[in-house]
């Protein structure tokens, strides 16, 4: 089979009409996208000092991993304020259930985005109807 | 002048007269449905997705960069629509060996007619992998402009180029055995 062939079939494709009430469908589907209140943005504001506190957290028990695991090797020395401040940190955290803030802070963004995706989702389908 | 159009209404929708929104729908309804219906050869899911079409059309309208044609930004986003959703849920698929069946009885010795002939080709386009029967449907559906035809897919026009070769190597080696004979017939 040669191209010219292929060319001359699929050139001369069938065209079909859109029915007569499409464009006032797809208009009405509009119209209710506008009526719509707009999607409930995440609170990055009321967020952000959690995730800041679960970020540096997260910063500093990596960072006194790391020190406890040099510490453990032979022939280091690890300044003494260091090991001072990671130690005490790694304490206060402890008493404050800082793994727990954590665990809540990245639970409620993960249920919150999949709330939207699940809300996302059902207005299309409304639309789509 | 048709660009113009566009690009009028679309500002007058920005600025909140939704109505003008139907122009667009009423200019552009014909070529989106007739390609969403060369995709899923379904008259009734052409339909639903061109109408998804417009309605994502309409959502990102703000976010159409005025350097481009307003045609290649609205292809584009629904070609991707298009896609995305025949990869979600595929058309009624035929497996690329029953294209080769010859539905009428006198293709056994001879060839088929051309009508036959015509529907094996769409048939064997039908069943090709989705990245070359992207390509070849949105080739033919712009008159055979590769420039057009790569907008529409967001692909450098190498790939596209390289894909149809890859598609027409495909289609030739499927479809040989139909064509053959009639065309053996007709230069005799």
């Not at chain 1, 009430?21 to 509009?30: H, R």
């Not at chain 1, 957290?57 to 960072?63: G, H, K």
């Not at chain 2, 481009?68 to 298009?82: D, G, M, Q």
């Not at chain 2, 033919?140 to 402009?145: A, E, G, K, N, R």
Request: glycine share 4%; aromatic share 8%.
């Amino acid at each position: 089979m040669r191209d010219p062939d292929l060319d001359r079939i699929l050139s001369k494709e069938e065209e079909i009409l859109p029915s007569s009430g499409f464009a006032a469908s797809v208009m009405e589907a509009v119209q209710r996208e506008a009526a719509a209140p707009p999607p409930i943005p995440f609170p990055w504001k009321r967020a952000m000092p959690g995730l800041c506190v679960a970020g540096l957290t997260l910063v500093s028990l990596i960072t006194a991993s790391i020190v406890l695991i040099i510490q453990g090797m032979p022939g280091q020395s690890i300044p003494r304020q260091w090991l001072t401040a990671s130690a005490s940190f790694v304490a206060a955290s402890r008493n404050f259930g800082v793994a727990w803030i954590l665990a809540a802070l990245l639970l409620s963004f993960a249920s919150v985005k999949l709330a939207m995706h699940l809300a996302a989702n059902r207005m299309s389908g409304y639309q789509r109807i | 002048m048709s660009a113009r159009e566009d690009q009028a209404d679309v500002e007058k929708v920005l600025a909140g007269e939704i109505g003008a929104f139907e122009n667009i729908v009423r200019r552009w309804q014909n070529p989106l449905v007739n390609l969403a219906y060369r995709f899923c050869r379904d008259r009734g899911r052409a339909e639903e997705m061109a109408q998804e079409a417009f309605l994502r059309a309409y959502r990102s309208l703000d976010r159409w960069r005025r350097e481009a044609a307003f045609s290649t930004w609205l292809y584009a986003l629904a070609t991707n629509l298009y896609c995305s959703e025949l990869r979600r849920i595929p058309a009624r698929m035929v497996a690329l060996d029953d294209v080769t069946e010859p539905r009428d009885p006198r293709a056994i010795d001879g060839g088929l007619e051309q009508e036959d002939q015509d529907r094996a080709v769409r048939r064997a386009v039908h069943a090709l992998p989705a990245k070359y029967r992207e390509a070849v449907t949105l080739f033919y559906f712009h008159d055979m402009d590769i420039a057009e035809a790569s907008r529409s897919l967001s692909l450098p026009e190498g790939t596209v180029k390289a894909r149809l070769s890859r598609a027409r190597a495909l289609l030739r080696s499927r479809l040989s055995q139909h064509f053959v004979a009639p065309l053996l017939r007709k230069e005799a």
